[in-house]
């Protein structure tokens, strides 16, 4: 199993580009989640999925949006990217039972200029 | 929402010694307390976790213990290693909000040789 996988690993973008960042878990996992870390900020939770077919804010979901695919895939998109949206970005799934256990993906690097 | 406290920001052991990070958490539903080590460059991976019917859990070299009372859970990691070496994230989840986890601010800890 791979687990919690993401594309790409790096990215570079000016200000105003757009992009979308992959996710996909082979764990049958029913929820999934994306993280944004920043220096000192731990990690803050920008949207989630449930389950397949619903999607919900997190903390900080200004500035994104989200679509889950399908069960296995749940992407990412900046529409139009700011300097603030300079992080590192991980992806999460999770069995969504009594215990919300979570298991991470890699994480992309994203630099916008 | 869920408030998670993580101390202290940063910890150096010498080799063979005992590290131990403590979290607060504000949610008294909370049922469920994971911690994470992410190594430089990498996602984080759970490490161990603790569930609410139980006071402490131990696995080889780490162990967590939990106090509902008080409202507070810690790591503690025996005969440090090297490969010790991580930021350390406490976790818990908010009940009123779909049981998402809120992290800690996390632990940078140093193990020196």
């Known amino acids: 199993n791979a687990g919690v996988t993401q594309t790409p690993k790096f990215q570079v973008l000016k200000t105003g580009q757009s992009m979308t960042l992959q996710c996909a878990q082979d764990m049958n996992h029913n929820s999934m989640y994306w993280y944004r870390q920043d220096p000192g900020m731990g990690l803050r939770l920008i949207y989630y999925?449930?389950?397949?077919?619903?999607?919900d804010k997190g903390e900080v979901p200004n500035g994104y949006n989200v679509s889950r695919l399908n069960k296995r895939e749940f992407s990412l998109r900046l529409e139009s990217a700011a300097p603030s949206q300079t992080s590192v970005y991980f992806c999460a799934s999770g069995a969504s039972g009594v215990y919300n256990e979570q298991f991470f993906g890699p994480g992309t690097r994203l630099t916008v200029l | 929402g869920e408030n998670v406290e993580q101390h202290p920001s940063t910890l150096s052991v010498q080799e063979g010694d005992s590290a131990v990070i403590k979290c607060t958490y504000s949610?008294?539903?909370?049922?469920?307390f994971p911690w994470y080590k992410q190594e430089l460059g990498k996602g984080p991976q759970l490490i161990i976790d603790?569930?609410?019917?139980?006071g402490e859990k131990k696995d080889q070299r780490i162990a967590v213990t939990l106090n509902k009372t008080a409202k507070h859970f810690s790591l503690h990691i025996t005969e440090t290693q090297p490969e010790d070496s991580a930021v350390y994230f406490c976790a818990a989840p908010f009940k009123a909000a779909g049981n998402k986890l809120t992290f800690g601010g996390g632990t940078r800890v140093l193990v020196k040789p």
């Open positions: 949610d008294s539903a909370s049922n469920y």
């Open positions: 999925s449930a389950s397949e077919g619903t999607t």
């Open positions: 603790i569930r609410s019917n139980v």
